[in-house]
């Protein structure tokens, strides 16, 4: 029977000689959505491809790429986003021409499994990859807690080597706001980046975070934009990784948060 089976085999690669070469062709490069293709770049550790309208990780579990659901309010962007949905929203690297536009919130969209996956879903999970460096050491010489999942730390280290030439901004660097931290965004039940070590707030006293600015957490409330945090410092961080918060219609001009696939 083998032997009958072998020789059905090579008749039918001899007749039709193209059949058998398309069994195991690796999938095109461009079947893979774009913001998939930049996530599998950004986290190499962790994402190990995409496929099946899922993404893949190197644990051998997967995520939903697209759920389907189209058109969705910008409230649900925020409570219930596919992977897809974090890429809906172009993040403007660089300085901003002009305040953002009404619900304007690159990255504000998170799948949050997907950090969840990659950080820790509990903070004891979190605690585990955490370490200490020190933030700016000539102006500051402050100890921050940030996860070293995905080389975060490293990323920040450099950051801090650079800002620590720029004593003319050392109120907004010293006084450092916050960085790992368990907790849900204020008013939501949605977990804050903060939660998973890969987020920086700097010095408050500089900063300016839409809910202060209308004293409520209502989405829809109609906000002013303000900032007054210099652009060589946003310059720097987007440098390594970490979009700035100021750059939403919801801003948080305090607020840095990795997000490489964004950039």
């Not at 770049?41 to 190197?58: E, I, Q, T």
């Not at 409230?75 to 690297?93: G, H, I, R, T």
């Not at 730390?153 to 931290?181: C, V």
């Not at 707030?201 to 303000?226: G, L």
Request: charged share 20%.
């Amino acid at each position: 029977m083998t032997i009958a089976i072998t020789l059905f085999l090579h008749i039918l690669s001899a007749v039709y000689p193209h059949h058998t070469e398309k069994i195991n062709v690796a999938p095109r490069a461009d079947t893979i959505p774009a913001g998939a293709a930049k996530l599998i770049k950004s986290y190499p550790d962790v994402v190990a491809g995409f496929a099946d309208n899922h993404l893949l990780f190197k644990d051998h579990s997967r995520l939903l790429w697209n759920d389907g659901i189209s058109n969705k309010s910008p409230e649900e962007l925020l409570a219930n986003p596919d992977l897809e949905d974090m890429f809906l929203q172009v993040y403007p690297k660089g300085t901003l021409p002009s305040p953002p536009a009404k619900n304007a919130d690159p990255g504000r969209t998170r799948n949050e499994p997907f950090f969840t996956k990659m950080y820790g879903a509990s903070a004891a999970e979190v605690r585990k990859n955490l370490t200490s460096i020190t933030w700016c050491p000539d102006l500051v010489g402050q100890q921050i807690m940030v996860t070293k999942v995905n080389g975060v730390d490293k990323q920040l280290m450099q950051i801090s080597k650079e800002l620590d030439k720029h004593p003319e901004w050392k109120d907004y660097l010293r006084n450092i706001g916050g960085t790992f931290a368990w907790r849900d965004i204020n008013g939501t039940n949605r977990h804050s980046m903060h939660s998973f070590g890969m987020t920086i707030d700097i010095n408050t006293k500089y900063t300016d975070y839409w809910q202060w600015s209308c004293r409520c957490t209502n989405e829809q409330a109609r906000v002013v934009y303000k900032n007054r945090i210099p652009q060589g410092i946003v310059d720097i961080f987007e440098k390594y990784g970490f979009i700035w918060g100021g750059k939403w219609y919801h801003f948080d001009t305090m607020h840095f948060e990795y997000r490489p696939e964004l950039l």
